[in-house]
Nanobody, 114 residues
Framework: VQLQASGGGLVQAGGSLRLSCAAS????????MAWHRQAPGKQRELVAV???????NYADSMKGRFTISGDNAKNMMYLQINSLKPEDSAVYYC?????????WGRGTLVTVSS
């Protein structure tokens, strides 16, 4: 499984971004997909996860401003981030877990200016 995240950039605080993750296979066939993020000097942390059945879950600190979604027809996963804060600045990675293996894509950098 190959993944490619995109959509990051420089945005002012309070703005919104939609990150995209393109998968090389049908996301319907992937057990679960997720977004993680890693800020400079910090550990990578889970943002949100979505199962092939469409069940979504969010890290407690991410609830409310983050929305994970997928488009099976396009093999795409998305992360909508609203009301961006400077502390949301990080490299965002998409991840797929299937058949007992975990796959990571290259991240996309989000920088939020105050």
């Amino acid at each position: 499984v190959q993944l490619q995240a995109s959509g990051g950039g420089l945005v002012q605080a309070g703005g919104s971004l939609r990150l995209s993750c393109a998968a090389s296979v049908s996301i319907f066939s992937i057990g679960a997909m997720a977004w993680h993020r890693q800020a400079p000097g910090k550990q990578r942390e889970l943002v949100a996860v979505m199962t092939s059945g469409g069940v979504t879950n969010y890290a407690d600190s991410m609830k409310g401003r983050f929305t994970i979604s997928g488009d099976n027809a396009k093999n795409m996963m998305y992360l909508q981030i609203n009301s961006l804060k400077p502390e949301d600045s990080a490299v965002y990675y998409c991840c797929a877990v299937t058949s007992g293996a975990r796959y990571w894509g290259r991240g996309t950098l989000v920088t939020v200016s105050s």
